[in-house]
Every structure is written in structure tokens, then in C-alpha cells.
């Protein structure tokens, strides 16, 4: 069974540093990762997808690698915003069917 | 802009009713789901639908059931609700072919009184 893992679990950073975000899985037999955002109370927002022959994906800010060798996966958010507060969750697909992590919660001090 | 839509935000019913969830589609997509996400458990996989008619079961379908009449809608029925259903349920919906990049709904908020 894939076991999907993040850390850390919750990070605080001041406004404008870059944040880096942490995502392990067990199985490297994937077919694609995403990363999704999730506002309190809310559904979640796709914001990077990597399929498996890919290394990374970029969207503005946005920054996603993916190492599936090692099964790994990490998101860079440069010069983080307010904004950016949120809980990021990493998910794997060994078919058609998701696996998540437990996510990160970010808080952006301004 | 392409979109999942789930038929309420927040529910508020009685341990024993029937409850349905609704979810909508309009990007002609073969492959719907439902989560629930709870504090500590994260999301996991109540049902799947792969095509009409369709479903399989995914890691927790006890006290659910679902059903897919029409490529577009997928529903999750909570056959008697009890107040461990209570928590957010979540709908997605994702295309056949690779890479099955999911879509997401806004998300029910269930609570079983």
C-alpha cells in the first residue's frame, strides 16, 4: 500500500522567504504526483501536477520537483505572501486513485 | 472554467436519516470519487466510479453506498447516518487517460446530530 508522507507538519515563516515543503512516498511506481492547496473549511485547489517521466513543473511562484527513484517530491514557494497560508497536501497516483499525505499547514507572518 | 461542483456546503441531520451527497462534473470525465477528510485521518477513499453504472469500493465504504446514473453526476448516500459520518466529504472527478490529474470539489460539511 502507498504510504505518503509530509513534513513538517506545519511551518510559520515571515513574509517573503522562500518555503520549502517536503513530500515522501514508498512506492516509487507512480503515474503522477500533484500538489494541492487547501484553505481552512475549503475543497482542495490543484496546483502543480508532475507526471512520472517528468522532473519538475513550474507555475509563477510555484515550483514542484519530483525524484521518483528516491520518492520524493519537494515544493519551493519563493518570496512567500500572506496569502500563501494554507495547507499544502502532496498525492500520488499508482492508477487511477489517489494516495495523500497528511499535509503541511503554512502560516506566512506579515 | 472547468469545474466540480457538490450540491451543498454544509448539512445538518438526525442519526438515522438517509442522506444524499450530490456531485456534478462538466468536464466529461470517466473516473468520480468521494473522500472524507477528518482531523488526524486525512483524506481517504469512501467509493470510486470508473463509467456509468459503475463503482468500486474504496478504503472505508462501510455505511455508504453510491450511485452513477449519468456520466456527469456521482451521488454518495449515507444509508442511516450516525454521528461518526460527521466530517467533510469531498468529491473529484479525473479523466481516463494518464496523467489522471484530479479536480476537486468546494466540499460538504456533514453534520449528523
Known amino acids: 500500500k502507498q504510504e505518503v508522507t509530509q513534513i513538517p507538519a506545519a511551518l510559520s515563516v515571515p513574509e517573503g522567504e522562500n518555503l520549502v515543503l517536503n513530500c515522501s512516498f514508498t512506492d516509487s511506481a507512480i503515474y503522477n504526483l500533484q500538489w494541492f492547496r487547501q484553505d481552512p473549511g475549503k475543497g482542495l485547489t490543484s496546483l502543480l501536477l508532475i507526471q512520472s517521466s517528468q522532473r519538475e513543473q513550474t507555475s509563477g511562484r510555484l515550483n514542484a520537483s519530483l525524484d521518483k527513484s528516491s520518492g520524493r517530491s519537494t515544493l519551493y514557494i519563493a518570496a512567500s505572501q500572506p496569502g500563501d497560508s494554507a495547507t499544502y497536501l502532496c498525492?500520488?497516483?499508482?492508477?487511477?486513485?489517489?494516495?495523500f499525505g497528511a499535509g503541511t499547514t503554512v502560516t506566512v507572518r506579515a | 472554467d472547468v469545474k466540480v461542483t457538490q450540491s451543498s456546503r454544509y448539512l445538518v441531520k438526525r442519526t438515522g436519516e438517509k442522506v444524499f451527497l450530490e456531485c456534478v462534473q462538466d468536464m466529461d470525465h470517466e473516473n468520480m470519487f468521494w473522500y472524507r477528510q477528518d482531523p488526524g485521518l486525512g483524506l481517504r477513499l469512501i467509493y470510486f466510479s470508473y463509467d456509468v453504472k459503475m463503482k468500486e469500493k474504496g478504503d472505508i465504504p462501510e455505511g455508504y453506498s453510491v450511485s452513477r446514473e449519468k456520466k456527469e453526476r456521482f451521488s454518495l448516500i449515507l444509508e442511516s447516518a450516525s454521528t461518526n459520518q460527521t466530517s467533510m466529504y469531498l468529491c473529484a472527478s479525473a479523466g481516463r487517460d494518464r496523467p489522471y490529474g484530479y479536480t476537486f470539489g468546494s466540499g460538504t460539511r456533514l453534520t449528523v446530530v
Open positions: 498525492a500520488v497516483s499508482n492508477d487511477y486513485k489517489l494516495s
